[in-house]
């Protein structure tokens, strides 16, 4: 049985924080965490070791597991299964666009439980192993499709071997993509890393992205609703 090794478990119902560590400890996974609200875990989560994070959505103070999981991702790379006990289409909506990695229904049993963190984690390592062999195979040159190709080690794109003259932020929002190829990046990911804290209007990111189809109209970039955008190779 495919499990984490360490996991963190988010969850401020005593009752069923026990219950998930009394099912996951009987596997040899190690919990190196348990949380009940944001803030505490926000400061510790860089100083823990951990493969996985099981995350109820609804938990103590202002800040919920969703918005929870969008700061923890702002700063660390980690896979999450959330915990729900709502599966109405709006709370799915919110939860599809981290691109979750699991989500298990309240009420649940162990096998829910194992069944899903099996799945999950097993998804997340293809997903590493995907994005290794990426790396390693093509330290240099990213092959998108015959017309073009991204050069890792120059950070530039190539059109017919040509480089395509970007501004700074699209030149970031292609590496950004470039770094995820074949997966969709989240609209808050991108935000982040392309402005920061800088202010910017609702629209900006879909701005960027136009101004990028409109020189590059074949860049096969696509948009993935409620979740964001993807550039895939062919």
């Given at each position: 049985m495919t499990l984490p090794k360490k996991l963190?478990?988010?969850?401020?119902?005593?009752?069923?924080?026990r219950y998930l560590q009394d099912i996951v400890s009987q596997y040899d996974v190690e919990i190196t965490g348990c949380f009940d609200n944001a803030r505490d875990i926000l400061v510790d989560i860089k100083s823990?070791?951990?493969?996985?994070?099981?995350?109820?959505?609804?938990i103590k103070g202002p800040m919920d597991g969703i918005q929870l999981a969008r700061e923890i991702l702002r700063s660390v790379s980690v896979p999450i299964v959330f915990i729900t006990a709502h599966n109405d289409d709006d709370t799915l909506e919110e939860?599809?666009?981290?691109?979750?990695y699991g989500f298990i229904a309240k009420p649940f049993s162990s096998k829910d439980v194992l069944v899903t963190l099996q799945v999950a984690y097993k998804r997340y390592l293809t997903h590493c192993a995907v994005h290794d062999s990426v790396e390693i195979m093509n330290y240099s040159d990213?092959?998108?499709?015959?017309?073009?190709?991204?050069s890792k080690k120059n950070l530039e794109l190539y059109i017919n071997n040509d480089i395509v003259k970007f501004n700074h932020k699209q030149r970031?929002?292609?590496?950004?993509?470039?770094?995820?190829i074949n997966h969709p990046v989240s609209y808050d990911v991108l935000i982040d890393k392309i402005w920061g804290d800088e202010p910017i209007a609702d629209s900006a990111l879909r701005t960027l992205v136009y101004s990028v189809r409109k020189i590059l109209p074949d860049l096969p970039i696509t948009s993935h609703s409620k979740i964001g955008y993807m550039l895939a190779t062919e």
């Amino acid at each position: 049985m495919t499990l984490p090794k360490k996991l963190i478990i988010v969850e401020d119902e005593v009752i069923t924080q026990r219950y998930l560590q009394d099912i996951v400890s009987q596997y040899d996974v190690e919990i190196t965490g348990c949380f009940d609200n944001a803030r505490d875990i926000l400061v510790d989560i860089k100083s823990l070791e951990c493969d996985m994070i099981l995350m109820d959505i609804n938990i103590k103070g202002p800040m919920d597991g969703i918005q929870l999981a969008r700061e923890i991702l702002r700063s660390v790379s980690v896979p999450i299964v959330f915990i729900t006990a709502h599966n109405d289409d709006d709370t799915l909506e919110e939860l599809l666009e981290l691109a979750p990695y699991g989500f298990i229904a309240k009420p649940f049993s162990s096998k829910d439980v194992l069944v899903t963190l099996q799945v999950a984690y097993k998804r997340y390592l293809t997903h590493c192993a995907v994005h290794d062999s990426v790396e390693i195979m093509n330290y240099s040159d990213i092959q998108i499709n015959k017309k073009y190709t991204y050069s890792k080690k120059n950070l530039e794109l190539y059109i017919n071997n040509d480089i395509v003259k970007f501004n700074h932020k699209q030149r970031l929002l292609i590496s950004i993509l470039v770094s995820h190829i074949n997966h969709p990046v989240s609209y808050d990911v991108l935000i982040d890393k392309i402005w920061g804290d800088e202010p910017i209007a609702d629209s900006a990111l879909r701005t960027l992205v136009y101004s990028v189809r409109k020189i590059l109209p074949d860049l096969p970039i696509t948009s993935h609703s409620k979740i964001g955008y993807m550039l895939a190779t062919e």
